[in-house]
């Protein structure tokens, strides 16, 4: 039930900004180069702040120290190259890149992934249009980069970087004629967008001692991103060009963060461990607006730029009382240069073994967060991450107070887990703008709302392994409820990213050389804001008129996707084939909906038509790849 951008997401030390290509389809971490990844959905430690939600860690994997290995794989989508192996005893290095080749190979999976996203997009009247062309490059690329050295006995020195980038152009021309009249109106749309994340990181780890352990990063991430669309009128009036009329947007949007953090782990002989650390965050975001109309020569620019200083000291005391109870006890002090205020963040965690299967836990916690993200929408649909730092006013400092608990059971080769959680939220934000599409180049802009809400829900899982055979089973229920004092006029509704249930089960079977992994997924559909209908304002423009936010539910999602691999063996050498089918039963799942309004420019308000554009997922699509890993 709470936002994307409430969690906090790191890559060996430094944050994310941005965990996707291809509009959300493919995930921009390389599961190649993955050590661990530690998810952290509940009350967490207080050696991790600046976000109000969850933590997911993620530990890039250190070269191989034995000996060199390639690895080359490719599918319908993209190619990748994976090198790793020693430099000397001491040190060694692990280099991976992808890059699809949908710029240069156009795939009928990569087609169908095209045409679910934006077939839809630019909806015309059908009875006046009478040509439409359309032209689309895209392409994404990831590269990541991590040596490692051995100082000594004691300590490790890491260096590692991150680089992943989306570029996307689209070419839209439409040709309209209305039956008896001597107008021909021809619209062209260019869409021009740029998006991406780079990040590097430093650490350092000693073991000082067995009784002291000491870890220090250094790290950067840059997020930017930059849209560009124009409209271009070119018409003509009995085979005769009238001057062209051409309106520009151009919107970008960064994030540059330097964080220092330095941490302490020192066991005590009396009980448990004591540990506290220091973090420094620099934090510079900003954000350009230009639009320009040719038609009336105008300009409107927006630019801001905010830098933000946050500083924060932790400490956390884990204790054991006999062999069944734990207790992990600290907080966190933080304050921050752009609004000078200081802020302390309890955390508490309570373990129990109550037999050798069965445990409990009880977490609670309060959590600060200073950036946030506001979510907009454009005419081709794309999802923009504009992130901007919290002023205390129009974008409020978000603030949570989680609370959990939780009961498991354990027995080889079965688990079962269930937890029950509740969050408070203040400054909760909902940016209308981005359901107020109201024609092919205008769009309202009520502004951005704050006020509070609340989370809770029951999360079940259940996880098998035995032999060849592995399977897990997730069920959760989360009911949410925001309240905003302009909005709905104060009524309750749910958060923008609210599925009340969601189901997944996996299956993976492995034997000799082959592989054989299916997934199903099942949820509620997101929450959209539904359109009633339109009026012409006093001026002669067209308004569409919404019904409560979020107030309608888009139909439920369901996905069942399987696949086979086979390896064969020469040698040291491997090669790997795999079959797949995306979305079995080519059901029709829906991310977002909203609305177009159909007219050629000389029709009369009451002849116009609304358009529903709704943004499909991917649909029932068979894929293949190869990989090729020498040793």
């Not at 027995?411 to 107020?436: C, H, M, W």
């Amino acid at each position: 039930g709470g936002e994307e951008d409430e969690n906090l997401v790191l890559w060996d030390g430094f944050t994310l900004y941005h965990l996707d290509h291809f509009f959300g389809v493919f995930s921009t971490l390389n599961p190649a180069v993955i050590q661990d990844i530690n998810l952290m959905n509940g009350p967490f430690s207080s050696r991790y702040g600046a976000r109000s939600g969850g933590v997911l860690e993620v530990n890039g994997r250190s070269g191989n120290k034995l000996h060199p290995r390639t690895l080359i794989d490719a599918d319908l989508i993209d190619v990748g190259l994976l090198t790793e192996g020693p430099i000397g005893e001491k040190t060694s290095y692990l280099v991976s890149f992808r890059r699809s080749h949908t710029d240069f190979i156009r795939t009928g999976f990569y087609d169908e992934l095209l045409d679910r996203l934006f077939s839809q997009s630019v909806s015309a009247d059908p009875e006046s249009l009478v040509n439409e062309e359309v032209e689309s490059d895209y392409f994404y690329d990831d590269l990541n980069i991590k040596l490692s050295h051995e100082i000594g006995e004691k300590d490790r020195l890491s260096f590692s970087l991150f680089n992943g980038g989306d570029s996307f152009e689209r070419n839209s021309l439409y040709t309209y004629e209305t039956q008896g009249s001597p107008f021909q109106y021809n619209d062209i749309f260019d869409d021009d967008s740029e998006w991406g994340n780079t990040g590097l990181g430093l650490t350092w780890t000693r073991n000082a001692s067995p009784d002291k352990q000491l870890y220090t990063s250094l790290g950067y991430s840059k997020y930017s991103s930059r849209y560009e669309f124009s409209d271009t009128q070119r018409d003509f009036f009995n085979g005769i060009p009238i001057p062209e009329k051409t309106m520009t947007d151009i919107d970008e949007n960064s994030v540059e963060d330097i964080t220092f953090h330095h941490q302490q782990t020192h066991s005590m002989k009396s009980n448990g461990t004591l540990e506290f650390g220091y973090q420094f965050t620099l934090l510079d975001v900003e954000n350009r607006f230009l639009e320009n109309s040719s038609s009336n020569n105008s300009e409107v620019q927006a630019d801001t730029s905010n830098v933000s200083i946050q500083n924060s000291l932790y400490a956390e005391r884990r204790l054991a009382y006999g062999e069944n109870w734990k207790l992990r006890l600290g907080g966190r002090l933080s304050t921050n240069s752009f609004n000078e205020k200081l802020y302390f963040e309890p955390r508490l965690r309570v373990d129990h073994m109550i037999s050798p299967q069965w445990n409990l836990h009880f977490a609670t916690g309060y959590y600060i967060q200073q950036i946030r993200r506001v979510a907009e929408q454009n005419l081709f649909l794309r999802q923009s991450d504009r992130w901007a730092l919290s002023d205390g006013d129009s974008i409020p400092i978000s603030k949570s107070f989680h609370s959990s608990f939780g009961l498991s059971w354990s027995s080889s080769p079965l688990t079962i887990s269930a937890e029950v959680f509740y969050k408070d939220l203040k400054g909760v934000i909902l940016n209308q703008e981005q359901n107020r599409l109201l024609s092919a180049f205008t769009a309202e802009n009520e502004g951005i709302s704050s006020g509070d809400g609340m989370v809770a829900g029951l999360d079940l899982l259940t996880t098998y392994a035995k032999g060849s055979h592995s399977a897990w089973l997730a069920y959760s229920y989360s009911f949410s409820a925001n309240s905003l004092e302009d909005v709905n006029d104060g009524e309750e509704f749910p958060s923008a990213f609210n599925k009340p249930h969601d189901l997944k089960l996996v299956y993976n079977y492995r034997m000799r050389d082959y592989t054989v992994h299916s997934q199903l997924t099942a949820s509620s559909g997101y929450p959209f804001t539904p359109l009633l209908g339109f009026f012409e304002g006093p001026g002669g423009d067209t308004f569409l008129v919404y019904g409560d936010d979020l107030s309608g539910r888009l139909p439920s999602q369901f996905r069942w996707d399987m696949s086979v691999s086979r390896s064969f063996t020469y040698k040291s050498s491997t090669l790997s084939l795999g079959l797949g089918v995306f979305n079995l039963t080519d059901h029709q799942n829906i991310k977002n909906r909203t609305y177009s309004i159909n007219q050629v420019r000389d029709e009369a308000p009451e002849e116009l038509k609304i358009s529903t554009i709704d943004l499909e997922l991917i649909g029932i699509s068979p894929t293949f790849s190869i990989s090729l890993d020498f040793r």
